[in-house]
């Protein structure tokens, strides 16, 4: 004992006084810098690929990361409750840019091939899904939601995210056109982080 | 005799593109130069890339999978002396050095759109020669149907070949009407310099109503076989990659359409634009495909 085991604790404390804000602000610097360098003409040879490839990627790590909260209090200790909200909503508003860019930017809203894109490019289908999953998600995020809803309901809501992120790593997975160890990586650590929820029910 | 049809003279500025629309249309769009016919389209739209876009933006995967990759990694392959194995169902068969092999074939500028299975696109002025022109230098001979083509192997500057994300080495093939075709090109330079290596130095392929995975980089031997052989990416997923793999905006790939394509450096907006029928070589190529079901022969 001694260090390591105040360690967890002393950092909870430091955060419980520390604002939310920051985190917002800070989980948007990628983003604005993403776009700044898409408005200079600095992506590169293929910006919109660019641009929508990097958002899909901070979507699925914003998602990871606040997934990681819950294991970080169980194991190390660490409070972080209090940005889960944030690295949620960061994780959802990179989603929607990154969908707003496939539909404007990518297919250039050539609306008769949109639909059928979706419903005919498995790895779309699946990716569509996890962001229709996210949506009542992102509309019960705010502060009064768990009194409306019940506490009961509304972490049975959230559940949903385990699944979108299981969804968002597959599909990141299948758009490569060879097997990339990066995205293998990614769905063995969305895979790790929800298969440890379901560790913990069944332990309970 | 078949002269290009598409050179320099045809990269005009946008303001005189209307002027020649109506001399197309004068001429009925009928034979330029006493060539083949010529789409109308073929020219209003040929206005090459810059030098840095076509050389900076490449798929070359023995050196790496983003398309940043090929000019950052390949610059320490050296490709002179280079040695090219011809074999198979062939006169002269043998090893050549590249130069023996061009001998006195001159070179010509071919500027020609390559449209990527991955739906974007390019123009690219080639320097190069009529793949035919070295096929009967070499001497078909009967019995010959395909020509297959093998790409170098080389782990001590190819990073990507040490990992087996593909067959190596990488495999391509062609039907013998394709290759002596007067379009399909070996390329040796582009912008009359000599080809960059991650752009496939020393010489490549260029067959420019094809999937730009056709066009095989980087050359070490052309074998004339009988059977229909097979190629890297119809080995690495026959369900998505064929044989002919013709640019046709009607038969999609599985997991991406193939009507449309994005044109590199157009920007943020309005970088999409519709696919061409055999990339808008129809006129010159639609004829070898004749009776065959394009949705099966992908
Ligand atoms: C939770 C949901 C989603 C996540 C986590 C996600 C994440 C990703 C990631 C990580 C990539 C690859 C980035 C890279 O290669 O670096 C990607 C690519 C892509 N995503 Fe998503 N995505 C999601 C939903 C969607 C939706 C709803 C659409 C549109 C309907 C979409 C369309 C695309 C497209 C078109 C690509 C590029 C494919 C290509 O280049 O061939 N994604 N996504």
């Known amino acids: 004992m001694g260090a390591a085991a105040t360690f967890g604790p002393r950092i909870s404390g430091v955060v419980r006084k520390l604002p939310t804000w920051p985190v917002y602000l800070a989980g948007m610097v990628p983003g604005g810098w993403l776009i700044w360098r898409a408005l200079t003409n600095q992506l590169g040879m293929d910006p919109v690929k660019t641009l929508e490839h990097e958002l899909g990627l901070l979507s699925l790590q914003f998602l990871l990361a606040s997934l990681c909260v819950t294991p970080l209090l169980r194991f190390a200790r660490i409070n972080l409750l209090k940005f889960r909200k944030a690295l949620g909503l960061l994780a959802f508003g990179y989603l929607v840019l990154h969908f707003l860019v496939w539909l404007f930017l990518d297919l250039q809203m050539r609306w008769s091939t949109i639909g059928a894109e979706i419903v005919k490019r498995p790895y779309l289908t699946i990716g569509f899904a996890a962001f229709v999953l996210l949506l009542p998600v992102a509309a019960t995020s705010w502060q009064g939601a768990v009194k409306s809803m019940g506490a009961l309901a509304w972490?049975?809501?959230?559940?949903?995210?385990?699944?979108?992120?299981?969804?968002?790593?597959?599909?990141?997975?299948?758009?490569?056109?060879?097997?990339?160890?990066?995205?293998l990586l990614y769905l063995a650590a969305a895979t790790l982080l929800v298969g440890m929820r379901f560790l913990w029910v069944r332990s309970w | 005799?078949?002269?290009?049809?598409?050179?320099?003279?045809?990269?005009?500025?946008?303001?005189?593109?209307?002027?020649?629309?109506?001399?197309?249309?004068?001429?009925?769009?009928?034979?330029?130069?006493?060539?083949?016919?010529?789409?109308?389209?073929?020219?209003?739209?040929?206005?090459?890339?810059?030098?840095?876009q076509i050389t900076t933006y490449n798929n070359f995967y023995e050196f790496g999978t983003s398309k940043s990759?090929?000019?950052?990694?390949?610059?320490?392959?050296?490709?002179?002396?280079?040695?090219?194995?011809?074999?198979g169902l062939v006169d002269n068969p043998g090893e050549y050095s590249l130069a023996d092999l061009i001998g006195d074939i001159p070179t010509e500028e071919r500027i020609y759109r390559f449209r990527c299975v991955e739906a974007?696109?390019?123009?690219?002025?080639w320097n190069g020669f009529e793949l035919n022109k070295l096929l009967n230098k070499v001497g078909v001979q009967d019995g010959a149907g395909y020509v297959a083509f093998e790409t170098a192997v080389l782990p001590d500057v190819m990073e990507g070949v040490k990992f087996p994300i593909l067959d190596w080495p990488y495999k391509e093939g062609l039907r013998l009407d394709e290759a002596m075709h007067p379009l399909t090109i070996m390329a040796t330079g582009i912008y009359d310099k000599p080809i960059p290596n991650q752009n496939g130095a020393p010489m490549r392929l260029v067959v420019p109503w094809k999937y730009g995975f056709k066009s095989i980089k980087t050359i070490?031997?052309?074998?004339?076989?009988a059977e229909q052989p097979v190629n890297t990416w119809q080995h690495s997923a026959a369900?998505?990659?064929?044989?002919?793999?013709?640019?046709?905006?009607?038969?999609?790939?599985?997991?991406?359409?193939q009507a449309s394509e994005r044109v590199i450096g157009a920007g943020l907006f309005g970088s999409r634009i519709d696919t061409l029928m055999f990339n808008g070589y129809a006129d010159q190529v639609a004829s070898l495909y004749e009776g065959m079901d394009l949705r099966k022969n992908f």
């Open chain 2, 69 to 87: 990759d090929p000019a950052e990694n390949s610059q320490d392959m050296v490709t002179d002396p280079w040695t090219v194995k011809v074999d």
């Open chain 1, 155 to 183: 972490q049975r809501l959230h559940r949903l995210v385990y699944v979108a992120v299981l969804l968002g790593a597959v599909h990141f997975v299948m758009q490569e056109k060879v097997w990339s160890l990066e995205s």
């Open chain 2, 120 to 125: 974007w696109s390019m123009v690219i002025p």
């Open chain 2, 1 to 52: 005799m078949f002269k290009p049809d598409l050179t320099r003279d045809d990269v005009t500025p946008e303001s005189v593109w209307l002027n020649r629309r109506q001399i197309i249309a004068a001429l009925g769009a009928g034979s330029i130069a006493g060539g083949l016919p010529l789409a109308a389209n073929a020219l209003e739209e040929l206005e090459p890339h810059t030098w840095e």
């Open chain 2, 220 to 225: 070490v031997r052309i074998s004339l076989v």
């Open chain 2, 239 to 257: 369900n998505e990659y064929g044989f002919f793999a013709n640019v046709n905006p009607e038969v999609d790939h599985p997991r991406w359409s």
